[in-house]
């Protein structure tokens, strides 16, 4: 049986506690501005679907520190689900991290016209946030491929010999799915006009560089020296 490292799997997470917590606190210091709480969508207040935009958010980030650190230091999801461990893994991934535009665009369709801006401003500033985050995409899918994105070299040791990518987007800036990749959560409250939609994206787009550097980079330090 391989040996548990708890050591190795938490480290840092107190750090990860301590900014999540800290966003939280000025997540909540935005919601008692006027107009941010304003709105229902389907039944639910705007509040509501904060909390569960912000909850999504914050379960995918857990789950992958848990899946990644487990597997890095124990080799638990393979001893748990075999072969079959990763596919798993990247189907919630998946779901969660599909869940995050649909859940900020219920926010922004609930608290619209929250504030009052140029019309013609925020509609390009989501123009310019949708062609980045496409880029992105694009450039993933082309040059990097959505298994390393969602980080199978985790659990495949064949990956961690594959070259860092220069090309696409990557010739650019060496992150951009964090970077430039959640400005798509953008998109939804500019064009809406929703303050609340603009806190959520706000709150998702610091903390996944949270999970960037107590999580990820240690990973990749570990992973690839």
């Known amino acids: 049986m391989a040996h548990i490292a708890p050591r190795q799997i938490f480290a840092h997470q107190i ?19 006027a107009g941010f709480l304003d709105g229902q969508l389907l039944g639910l207040d705007t509040g509501t679907w904060v909390v569960l935009a912000v909850s999504n958010a914050i379960a995918h980030q857990v789950f992958v520190w848990f899946c990644w650190r487990t597997e890095l230091y124990a080799g638990l999801p393979t001893r748990w689900f075999g072969a079959a461990a990763f596919p798993i893994y990247a189907t919630l991934f998946s779901v969660l991290i599909l869940c995050r535009p649909v859940l900020v665009t219920a926010v ?3 608290n619209a016209g929250s504030f009052d801006a140029s019309r013609a401003l925020a509609l390009s500033l989501a123009g310019v946030c949708t062609v980045l985050a496409a880029y992105v995409g694009y450039s993933v899918r082309r040059y990097f491929g959505f298994l390393r994105a969602f980080g199978i070299d ?8 594959i070259p860092l990518v220069r090309s ?3 010739r650019w800036v060496s992150n951009p799915m964090y970077v430039f990749g959640l400005l798509l959560l953008w998109v939804p409250g500019l064009v809406a006009q929703s303050s609340a939609a603009l806190g959520v994206a706000l709150f998702s787009h610091a903390y996944i560089w949270v999970h960037y550097f107590f999580t990820e980079r240690p990973d990749m330090r570990e992973i690839y020296g």
């Open 15 to 33: 750090e990860h506690l301590v900014c999540l917590s800290l966003l939280l606190a000025g997540l909540y210091g935005l919601s008692r501005t």
């Open 108 to 110: 922004a369709v609930s």
């Open 154 to 161: 985790h659990f495949d040791t064949r990956y961690r010999t």
């Open 168 to 170: 696409g987007i990557f």
